[in-house]
């Protein structure tokens, strides 16, 4: 029986994916009010970014895995124009329900699917941008899913990965007492929920610092993958371009 982590608990790896949809069923509603809160704010310019790094054009085709609430999806979609194509998708049904409505309220429809990163039901050499905000570190296998988002991708297009790192050393004190203090009460008093924020704490100090994604990345069929860091390495932004 192989395990693997869930924060800080050594799990079974058939029981991962159930605490981890668990997590996400219980915070779907209060998702978006709580990156507001969690981040003040910030989290809207982590995205900003990436959409412009994403650098889409008119009739680009993209995939948007653990897309949940949409706003990547639509930045993105808005970019594409009606010749292009956004999938947007995540393996949490409650998360991709949220997402949907969303979109669907700002007078955009888009394919919408549940589907597990590690096992795409896509064609080879599909897609010219894949995205995952805030999504890797919650996966069992990321090598298998690194290499899922390659295999989908054209020759010379970009995975772009935005996900919580490891911070700066002068800020390490400051964010643990944040993390572990501050975000759990939060999450109890506006969701109702403190230990799935106590969760998303310890999932990211388990998630692979800068230099460890990077060469995940590579391992998985990436020719060249670099990263920004944002926010004092609290965020970082990984890019990598199959070859």
């Known amino acids: 029986m192989s395990t693997t982590h869930f924060g800080f608990q050594s799990v079974d790896e058939q029981e991962k994916a159930q605490k981890v949809r668990g997590v996400f069923d219980s915070v779907a509603n209060k998702y978006d009010v709580m990156n507001d809160l969690m981040s003040g704010g910030l989290h809207r310019a982590w995205k900003a970014y990436t959409v412009m790094v994403a650098n889409l054009r008119e009739g680009s085709q993209v995939l948007d895995i653990a897309g949940g609430t949409g706003d990547l999806a639509l930045a993105f ?29 700002a007078g955009v429809v888009l394919p919408t699917l549940v589907c597990d990163a590690e096992k795409l039901p896509f064609p080879d050499a599909h897609f010219d941008v894949v995205s995952v905000a805030f999504g890797l570190r919650n996966m069992t296998h990321k090598d298998r899913a690194l290499a899922e988002m390659c295999r989908v991708l054209k020759p010379g297009g970009r995975l772009l990965v935005l996900e919580f790192s490891k911070v700066a050393k002068p800020l390490e004190k400051a964010y643990d007492w944040y993390s572990f203090k501050v975000l759990p009460r939060l999450g109890r008093l506006v969701a109702g929920d403190d230990a799935s924020y106590r969760y998303l704490a310890e999932s990211i100090r388990m998630h692979p610092g800068q230099e460890e994604l990077k060469g995940l990345m590579q391992q998985s069929g990436f020719g060249h993958v670099d990263y920004h860091n944002m926010t004092g390495g609290i965020v970082a932004l990984h890019v990598g371009i199959k070859c």
Do not use: Y
């Open 77 to 105: 979609a808005k970019k594409v124009g009606t010749s292009g194509r956004v999938v947007h998708t995540d393996i949490n049904e409650a998360m991709l329900r949220v997402g949907r409505d969303r979109l669907i309220n």
